[in-house]
């Protein structure tokens, strides 16, 4: 539903960003369609996106970094900035951060597909020229591809294996490439997302698991075992040193924990089933580390930096959007597409980006 908002100046430390890029995520997908993400329940009208970019329009009396017409990138998670957590720099597990387009806090923190918002200008991050807006749009997945990076503490030289190869997979992927890993293994249920994968320089080996669905816990650990073995035979050391798990798969994390060496790491990104059933003495035993990965903090900077730089591991991140559409009245379709593996025309979709500027 399309709605007109009355929108003040913005206050002292705000500016006033004309929204034009906003890529659409799952947890924007669960919402639209069934207005809820996992246990978090839509309680009044939402708007939503948060992968966002835009132009400046107009600044508070007290910000002195940005000025009308600055391209910005949104960084759309304000954290209190008072409790311990933000104070140690992890304020994306900040206990009262509000989120746009999340239904977590109450009232609901509006998103971005809006013609226009205020926002704090300490999270409106200027864009380079060499960075278009629809690059811009596309840091925010990145900087959890960059704060799943950090958690890992890879070593140059490592094999990497991840799970799911959609936007996130893909670009947790394009981020070992840039840590310096010696290969990156892909896994996914669609063939084709693989294959692009790889053609496209994001990972060196690819995985197309199998379509099964195990019923009992035998049979699924069973499985879980055999997609390890597919795993191991495309490692040149037989198992892989860490794992971004990006789809929230019970079997796939199963599978995660069977294909890592001892010592190894597996970092928890997909948000799928809340309750899994887990070996987790074969994680145990061999001091394989389950690390929690939520959103991102303090990731923009480094994201412009590298998307700007001309880093010859990154991979051209300009081929994850896969199709486009314009204006308010385009945003049904968009969603609709986004909740596609492919469209009529057997073209893979990967990352949807609606441009709001257009009628």
Same mark, same amino acid.
């Given at each position: 539903?399309?709605? +007109? ?18 890529? $659409? ?6 919402? /639209? ?13 939402? %708007? ?16 002195? #970094? $940005? ?28 206990? %009262? ?14 998103? @971005? !597909?809006?013609?226009?918002? +205020? ?22 997945? !990145?900087?959890?591809?960059?704060? &799943? ?21 893909? !670009? ?27 053609? +496209? ?36 050391? #037989? ?7 990006? @789809? ?14 001892? &010592? &190894?790491?597996?970092? !928890? ?8 059933? $887990? ?12 690390? #929690? ?17 001309? +880093? ?22 968009? /969603? ?20 709001? @500027?257009?009628?």
């Amino acid at each position: 539903m399309q709605e +007109n908002r009355q929108l003040d100046s913005p206050e002292p430390t705000e500016v006033q960003v004309a929204v034009q890029s906003t890529g $659409l995520c799952g947890s924007d997908l669960h919402y /639209f369609n069934h207005y809820r993400n996992g246990d978090i329940i839509v309680k009044e009208p939402l %708007t939503l996106g948060h992968e966002s970019s835009g132009v400046v329009v107009e600044v508070g009396s007290a910000v002195t #970094g $940005l000025k009308a017409g600055d391209r910005v990138a949104l960084e759309v998670g304000l954290p209190c900035l008072e409790c311990n957590l933000c104070k140690e720099a992890r304020y994306n597990i900040c206990k %009262t951060l509000r989120f746009r387009s999340s239904a977590k806090s109450f009232p609901h923190f509006q998103g @971005t !597909l809006q013609e226009r918002i +205020n926002h704090p200008a300490a999270y409106c991050h200027k864009l380079p020229s060499n960075a278009s807006l629809e690059l811009g749009a596309i840091l925010e997945p !990145l900087g959890v591809a960059i704060h &799943g990076s950090r958690r890992a503490a890879l070593k140059s030289g490592s094999t990497v294996l991840i799970f799911g190869a959609g936007a996130v997979g893909l !670009l947790c992927a394009a981020m070992c490439k840039v840590s310096g890993a010696k290969k990156v293994i892909i896994a996914d249920i669609q063939e084709a997302r693989v294959v692009f994968a790889v053609q +496209n320089k994001f990972a060196d080996e690819q995985i197309v698991v199998p379509m099964k669905r195990p019923q009992a816990i035998e049979e699924k650990l069973a499985f879980a075992k055999e997609v390890a073995e597919l795993i191991k035979a495309k490692s040149d050391i #037989g198992e892989v040193d860490a794992v971004f798990e990006c @789809t929230g798969v019970e079997s796939c994390l199963q599978a995660a924990i069977y294909s890592t060496r001892p &010592g &190894g790491r597996i970092m !928890l990104i997909g948000m799928g089933s809340p309750i899994q059933t $887990l070996p987790i003495s074969a994680a145990a035993l061999r001091e394989v580390d389950l690390i #929690g990965v939520f959103r991102y903090a303090n990731t923009y900077q480094e994201a412009i930096e590298l998307v700007s730089s001309g +880093n010859p591991l990154l991979p051209d991140l300009s081929k994850l959007v896969s199709h486009r559409f314009e204006g308010f009245a385009g945003i049904p379709e968009a /969603f609709d597409m986004a909740g596609r593996v492919k469209d009529d025309d057997g073209k893979l979709v990967l990352k949807v980006l609606v441009d709001t @500027t257009s009628p």
